[in-house]
């Protein structure tokens, strides 16, 4: 009450002063011409002053109404609002500028990006009738009919700030005067209302998209331990029971196919939280497993490695160098009578990893064409691993049996390679 009661007398007082000065002259000017009217000018004053009176009534009600209470501030034709926006300075510019260009009457939109600035001039809604409106009132020649809006982004790092400045289009001392019955608060109010909105929206959309991204993710990792976990257990079943045989008839090698399966399935736990090892970690599943084969197959089976020592260290998918090394013993060797040669061979392509697994055993048949369920695993993880940075090949190898390749991107794992 005090707030609203000071205003009006604030500006009751201004035009007072200019009443009484205007009046002073004007009586000086009739006495100089004989004709002495006072009692024309006292009338004249009541009538221009209740005018008065009508209007600031009616700006501050409509400023309790916008506004929820009133003070001295809002009361006032210039208002001034800060808002910190979460995002970068060119989404906030973005921000601003969408949130004005929405405003009602807005129109000469000037935006400059560079700069990080925004102005517009916007055509004043009258909120009364034509009768109780400005251009009825007196003196709105001192008025104007337009608004305007002022609005800079100041970067802060990852976030900006945002100061808007929403005025009449008139010079500030006629603010003594004049009251634009609350239409700047109005506006000021309404961007920070769109920018609070506008935010609140970026955020919903971040959170849906990071909701969706962990989804996926989820979707992902289940995925890859299904296909982790689809390993072909008969060869567990024909190592223990080739174990059980071994152990009446030569103890010794039974303990050697028992040491080594202990060593594969040491290297074979699942992993819980990511799918990649060590180049060198699959190399010593993979010999585990092609020695326990050559306990079963004897002088059919040869192996040959040759993988740089630095590249053991190399992050590589676990269990997809076991699926080759165990196609091409099911696939290319065991099916023929002599057996033959398995060759594992690492080299590094530019910023890449290219792992070979190659035979010269049956190569490809109209049983096994590259398409079984262990390749198709390798090529549908290696997708959801890395995307278009890795690929799998499988050729013929000359002059028989089949060579298959995974590629991969160089990367050795921090601190060299796992103990």
């Keep these: 009450m005090f707030a609203s009661l000071f205003f009006v007398f604030r500006i009751l007082l201004a035009w007072a002063v200019v009443y009484i000065l205007s009046s002073v002259l004007l009586v000086e000017t009739a006495m100089q011409h004989d004709r002495p009217n006072g009692g024309y000018f006292v009338l004249a004053g009541f009538i221009i002053h209740l ?23 809002a009361l006032g034709s210039r208002h001034r609002r800060q808002i910190e926006i979460p995002f970068d300075a060119n989404f906030a510019f973005g921000m601003v500028e969408a949130a004005i260009r929405d405003l009602p009457g807005a129109h000469d939109i000037e935006a400059a990006p560079d700069s990080l600035q925004v102005r517009a001039k916007l055509r004043r809604i009258e909120p009364y009738s034509a009768f109780m409106s400005l251009k009825w009132r007196v003196f709105e020649y001192f008025g104007s009919a337009r608004n305007q809006v002022y609005a800079t982004i100041t970067p802060n790092g990852d976030a900006a700030s945002v100061t808007v400045l929403c005025e009449p289009e008139r010079s500030a001392w006629a603010d003594l005067f004049l009251v634009d019955d609350g239409t700047n608060l109005e506006n000021a109010e309404a961007i920070m209302r769109a920018l609070t909105r506008r935010v609140a929206e970026a955020r919903r959309g971040e959170k849906a998209s990071v909701q969706q991204t962990m ?3 989820e979707l992902t990792v289940a995925k890859l331990n299904l296909l982790h976990a689809q390993v072909e257990p008969h060869f567990l079943y024909n190592t223990l029971a080739n174990a059980q045989l071994l152990t009446r008839s030569d103890p010794a090698r039974a303990d050697q196919m028992l040491g080594n399966l202990i ?12 799918s990649l090892s060590t180049l060198g970690e699959e190399l010593e599943r993979a010999r585990a497993y092609l020695d326990i084969l050559k306990i ?11 993988v740089a020592e630095p590249l053991k260290a ?35 392509i530019d910023d890449k990893l290219a792992v070979t697994v190659a035979d010269d055993g049956r190569g490809f048949s109209a049983e096994t064409g590259g398409t ?9 993880r290696l997708r959801l691993a890395y995307g278009a940075d890795a690929s799998f090949a499988i050729v013929a190898n000359f002059p028989s049996g089949v060579a298959a390749t995974i590629t991969v991107p160089n990367a050795p794992i921090a601190g060299g390679q796992h103990d």
């Excluded at 005018?51 to 501030?73: E, K, N, P, Y």
């Excluded at 290319?332 to 080299?347: F, M, S, T």
Aim: charged share 25%.
């Design 51 to 73: 005018i008065i009176l009508s209007g600031l009534i009616s700006h501050v009600r409509r400023v309790r109404l916008i506004a929820g209470a009133v003070s001295l501030d």
């Design 263 to 274: 060593q594969y399935l040491r290297h074979s736990l699942p992993r819980t939280e990511d």
């Design 372 to 380: 079984g369920i262990g390749l198709r695993n390798v090529r549908e």
């Design 296 to 306: 079963r197959m004897g002088p059919r089976l040869h192996l040959q490695i040759d």
């Design 215 to 217: 989804t996926e993710k």
């Design 314 to 348: 190399v992050l590589f998918p676990s269990m997809m160098l076991q699926t080759l090394v165990e196609n091409a013993i099911k696939h290319g060797l065991e099916p023929k009578p002599g057996g033959g040669n398995v060759w594992i061979i690492a080299r590094t």
